[in-house]
């Protein structure tokens, strides 16, 4: 069964480093998606993507964070200057389709950043 | 906010029991959707529930919804020590966007 995977699985940086996490989204999906949790916390939203633009941002994907589609398979996410607030499970999700029609997320198994 | 809330935050049963989580939300939603975590690992989508729908099976699985006190409840039947693991509930808000918006899960806990 096609899954999303992500890499690494567990990254540690220095504050201030800049980090960028990949994910696979499953190969017919055409929507993006960021999320984050913090350790015991809800996980929170990031970022939505389609046709190689930011659909959708929340409050917390701000200046320092950015998303790409390199080719035709990786989507990262690149986190400019590290701060530890930032450590967290991030997860890359993906989807067949958008809008009113209700539409599955399929998840990755997570990066999981250590800020130092 | 959007996001669910789910209760209890915890569950305790013993295998063959049946589970039952709510999760309650405060705007008119699109679809809610029911997850499973493991711990420390990713989430694993479970079963998808539209507006226009009242109750919807998978297996062991059962969600219902009522819009009209927007909330949502997941049933599993029969439970097994492989349930063990946290809940959570994640609305689509009608806006056209497809953001999930998450819960603060249930943890469920099997005792074989």
């Known amino acids: 069964e096609p899954e999303v995977t992500q890499t690494p699985s567990h990254q540690v940086t220095q504050m201030g480093q800049e980090v960028i996490l990949r994910c696979v989204p499953i190969?017919?999906?055409?929507?993006f998606y960021w999320y984050r949790q913090i350790l015991g916390q809800k996980v929170e939203f990031l970022v939505s993507?389609?046709?190689?633009?930011?659909s959708e941002k929340s409050e917390i994907f701000d200046d320092q964070f950015s998303v790409e589609r390199p080719d035709g398979s990786n989507f990262t996410l690149k986190i400019r200057s590290t701060k530890l607030e930032d450590s967290a499970m991030y997860f890359c999700?993906?989807?067949?389709?958008w809008g009113q029609g209700a539409h599955e997320q399929y998840f990755g198994p997570g990066t999981r950043l250590t800020v130092t | 906010s959007q996001q669910g809330e789910e209760d209890p935050q915890a569950l305790s049963i013993q295998e063959g029991e049946n589970a039952t989580m709510n999760c309650s939300y405060k705007?008119?939603?699109?679809?809610l959707q029911w997850y499973r975590q493991n711990s420390g690992r990713g989430l694993v989508h479970l079963i998808l529930?539209?507006?226009?729908?009242r109750e919807k099976h998978s297996g062991r699985l059962r969600v219902t919804l009522d819009t009209s006190k927007k909330s949502s409840s997941l049933l599993i039947t029969a439970s097994r020590a492989a349930d063990t693991a946290s809940y959570f509930c994640?609305?689509?808000?009608?806006?056209?966007?497809?953001?999930?918006?998450f819960g603060t899960g249930t943890r469920l806990t099997v005792i074989p």
């Open positions: 705007t008119s939603i699109n679809n």
């Open positions: 529930i539209r507006s226009n729908e």
């Open positions: 994640a609305t689509v808000y009608q806006t056209g966007a497809n953001n999930l918006f």
């Open positions: 190969s017919n999906h055409l929507y």
């Open positions: 993507f389609y046709n190689n633009e930011i």
């Open positions: 999700a993906s989807s067949e389709e």
